[in-house]
């Protein structure tokens, strides 16, 4: 990406730089492998545990009933 960014004019090359920049802070301060590694916590199977990824519908019934 610096290298593309470098064949750029002065202005956009700047523009550039300065994301390339932020990319590299973000990517680094979501890097997983900074932290400990272990495996996740294990959730309680429940009803309600599908709840936040069925998109409005009801872990317990159909619409319309």
């Known amino acids: ?3 593309a960014a470098d064949a750029l004019d002065d202005e956009a ?3 550039a730089h300065e994301w390339i ?3 590299a802070r973000y ?6 492998l900074k ?5 996740p916590a294990d959730l309680e ?3 309600e545990a599908p709840g936040p990824f069925m ?3 009801s872990p317990h ?3 319309g009933w």
């Not at 990517?27 to 997983?32: L, V």
């Not at 932290?35 to 495996?39: G, K, N, V």
């Open 35 to 39: 932290q400990a590694l272990r495996m």
């Open 1 to 3: 990406m610096k290298s």
């Open 45 to 47: 199977p429940t009803a």
């Open 61 to 63: 019934r159909p619409r």
């Open 55 to 57: 998109g409005g519908w």
């Open 13 to 15: 090359k700047a523009a």
């Open 27 to 32: 990517a680094e301060a979501i890097d997983p």
């Open 21 to 23: 920049e932020w990319a």
